[in-house]
Every structure is written in C-alpha cells, then in structure tokens.
C-alpha cells in the first residue's frame, strides 16, 4: 500500500496547450468512427454523418469543459507543480466518464427521442454500460496520444534546460574558497554539528534526523542531526551555494558534475557520490538562477 501511494505521489508533468488537446479528442474520434465504424456504426447516408458530427460536437464539449474550463475554475488542484501520478488519473478517469455521460445523452436521448420520435426515454442500465464501455474503448486511445505528447514534451524541455546548465557548470570559472570558520548546525535538541558549508556535498531528510554528507580530509562522511530540514535551510541562508533543490534535500552546487533531465525535473550528479540528488518543480526556478 506504501509502495502505491508512493507512486501515485510521484510528480507527473502536467497537460498544456488545452484547446490542442479538444482537437486531438474530436480528431481521434472522427478518425475511429468514420474509418473503423466501430460499435455498429455505419457511414452510409447523409444521416448517419449528421450523427457522426453530433458525436464529434459532443467530445469537443466534453473535452473542452476537463481540459479547458475545469482547470480555470479548480486552480488549486490543477498547480502544475504538485501536479502528481495520482492527479493525472483522477483526472482522466473524470474525463472519461464525463464524456461517457454526455455521449449516453446524445445517443440515447437526443437521437433515440428526437430523431426517431420516442414519445418516452428509458435508459436501461445494461444500455448505459454498453455505452460507458464503448466511451472508454474509444476515448483510451486521445488519452495515451494526450500523455505521450505530454510526457515527451516535458522530456524534451528539460533536456534542453539541463543541456545548457551543463554548459554554464562547464564554462563557469567558479572560485572555491573554503571558509576558515566551521558553522556549527543545531536541531530540535543540544546536540549539533560543526562542518565547513563548502566541504558539504548533500543534505537529506530521514525522518525525524537530517543526514549531512561533506568531504573531512578527503574521505566521504556523514553526520546526523535531529532537526528539520527547514531548521537546516534557514542556518545555511548566508551560503548561496548550499540551496534547497527538493522537499527532502538540500545540495551544493559546487559538487555537481553534471545535470540530467527526465520528464520529473532534474537529476544532479556530485563528486565522489553514487546518488542522485533529485531536483523537484517547486525549486526548479531557484535552482536555475543559483546554477546562472
């Protein structure tokens, strides 16, 4: 259950460019409908391109209210930076069973009751899940063309950002002055740590203790310290090259080596380190201006 809901809280890029997206929905399914004929459809008189048009006109409204209008009006849950695994199902699924609704409307309601002239609806349960079924098999195929693009385009762009922070790391003459003084680091209880901001590699959260990783006479060490990373964070604000990359790290930017981008964000390679010290949304900005 822990591993689950650690997935699902992953970061997910995403979805823009919205009225792109309607597009791709109404295409794909003008595309299923009229090439395939799927579910008994056929294209065989000027009335049945009118109902195909309906049905197009009925996945453009749909996708235009998940994808256009709901993200205006629940803007807290659509912030792209705690945008999630989890987030972007729940939204898919709203999305598929909202058009499933709208298209069991259209086709047994308007069409059913109006061009046929039924005197009275009854929507059947067994005939409202063959629609809702039939709604899901076509709509998957706009989803996973939504999430490649989405995911690809996220890739793409943070390639390209960690490609040229690279090339600053690279070009950038960067003077390394050790300080003489060590500052000594405290938490929640009397116990602390003294260390030399320059020597420290990475700071991470585990659970109620931070572990501090820095360079002592050229060995690798770490030390542990009951204390908050925020208690951390708020000490190390006069050294602008230990900053805060991730809710559960904090890193030195002179030890990076190299930066790497993923459809996440950002993975930093340090010195003399195996781990990747991950780079999340939220700090992406300052992280970016701290490399510049």
Not at 158 to 168: G, M
Request: aromatic share 12%; charged share 20%; with cysteine.
């Amino acid at each position: 259950m822990n591993k689950l809901s650690r997935y699902l809280n992953q970061p997910y890029p995403l979805f823009d460019g919205p009225w792109l997206i309607v597009a791709i929905c109404s295409l794909c399914v003008f595309l299923i409908l009229a090439v395939f004929e799927p579910f008994n459809f056929h294209m065989r008189s000027s009335i049945q391109i009118l109902i195909l048009a309906g049905f197009v006109l009925t996945v453009f409204t749909g996708s235009s209210l998940v994808f256009v209008l709901f993200p205006k009006i629940f803007k807290k849950f659509y912030i792209p930076e705690n945008w999630t695994i989890g987030k972007n199902i729940i939204h898919f699924a709203l999305f598929l069973s909202l058009l499933g609704i709208l298209i069991v409307v259209y086709d047994m309601v308007i069409l059913t009751g109006l061009l046929f002239g039924t005197d009275s609806i009854n929507i059947l349960s067994g005939e409202l899940l063959v629609n809702l079924f039939a709604t899901f098999t076509t709509g998957i195929i706009p989803v996973i063309i939504i999430t490649f693009i989405t995911k690809n385009k996220a890739l793409k762009q943070n390639l390209a950002e960690a490609t040229r922070l690279n090339e600053i790391l690279t070009e950038r003459v960067r003077k390394q002055i050790f300080e003489e003084n060590k500052i000594t680091l405290t938490g929640s209880t009397k116990d602390s740590v003294s260390i030399l901001p320059e020597s420290i590699y990475y700071i991470e959260v585990s659970g109620n203790y931070i572990n501090i990783w820095s360079k002592n006479n050229n060995i690798v060490k770490h030390k542990k310290l009951r204390a908050t990373i925020k208690q951390i964070e708020e000490q190390l604000q006069d050294y602008p090259f230990v900053i805060r990359c991730h809710r559960a790290f904090i890193v030195n930017i002179h030890m990076i080596t190299k930066i790497k981008g993923n459809a996440q964000g950002y993975k930093l390679q340090l010195k003399e380190i195996t781990k990747e010290i991950p780079v999340s949304r939220t700090y992406m900005e300052n992280f970016k201006k701290a490399i510049e």
